[in-house]
T-cell receptor, first 115, second 113 residues
Framework: DQQVKQNSPSLSVQEGRISILNCDYT??????FLWYKKYPAEGPTFLIS?????DKNEDGRFTVFLNKSAKHLSLHIVPSQPGDSAVYFC??????????????FGGGTRLMVKP | EPEVTQTPSHQVTQMGQEVILRCVPI?????FYWYRQILGQKVEFLVS????????KSEIFDDQFSVERPDGSNFTLKIRSTKLEDSAMYFC???????????FGPGTRLTVL
């Protein structure tokens, strides 16, 4: 089951530069997308979300872009900081379907920001 | 800031034993979830719970699993007879309303020997 896929298992970026994390999905029923950040031995921490009626949402250094026709979303972090080093998960839900808002996760991308 | 808590942080059990994982969701939240992450794999949905009943469950959530909200604050996941393949991190999550963002607890690491 690969309804949500993050094709890059890892990404290394220099401090101060932009980090771009990508996510693809296949289920057309998905209408809400989220990015979570996870440190070892901790639960996923919510970062930012986007509804399918939008194509961009921004919160401080974090921006999520949604391309519905390509079934693709990306998370941009500008500028990247060493504290951003973590595993980033893309997740999706089909809220309109009344399915109880269950989340389907991608496999994660490990971001390493070098000082 | 309110947060979801989970106990224990680590549970070691023998195969075939029953385990109960506990979660205290954020106090005004109404929807509750369990997810698990086997080492090296994706975070997978197990079950959602609303109004004292299961609203959705995945194929992973078979008859060995059950959930309960025994006292209005705790939300538990019981595995009746653990198997080696149940070893994973188990995460609880909650939301106030069905269109809100899910907030996750720190997880319980379950090790089945």
């Amino acid at each position: 089951d690969q309804q949500v896929k993050q094709n890059s298992p890892s990404l290394s970026v220099q401090e101060g530069r932009i980090s771009i994390l990508n996510c693809d999905y296949t289920n057309s029923m998905f209408d809400y997308f989220l990015w979570y950040k996870k440190y070892p031995a901790e639960g996923p921490t919510f970062l930012i979300s986007i509804s399918s009626i939008k194509d961009k949402n921004e919160d401080g250094r974090f921006t999520v872009f949604l391309n519905k026709s390509a079934k693709h979303l990306s998370l941009h972090i500008v500028p990247s900081q060493p504290g951003d080093s973590a595993v980033y998960f893309c997740a999706a839900s089909a809220r309109r379907s009344g399915a109880g808002n269950m989340l389907t996760f991608g496999g994660g991308t490990r971001l390493m920001v070098k000082p | 800031e309110p947060e979801v808590t989970q106990t224990p942080s680590h549970q070691v059990t023998q195969m075939g034993q029953e385990v109960i994982l506990r979660c205290v969701p954020i106090s005004n939240h109404l929807y509750f979830y369990w997810y698990r992450q086997i080492l090296g794999q994706k975070v997978e949905f197990l079950v959602s719970f609303y109004n004292n009943e299961i609203s959705e469950k995945s194929e992973i959530f078979d008859d060995q699993f059950s959930v309960e909200r025994p006292d209005g604050s705790n939300f538990t996941l019981k595995i009746r007879s653990t198997k080696l393949e149940d070893s994973a991190m188990y995460f609880c999550a909650s939301i106030a309303g069905v269109i809100d963002t899910q907030y996750f607890g720190p997880g319980t690491r379950l090790t089945v020997l």
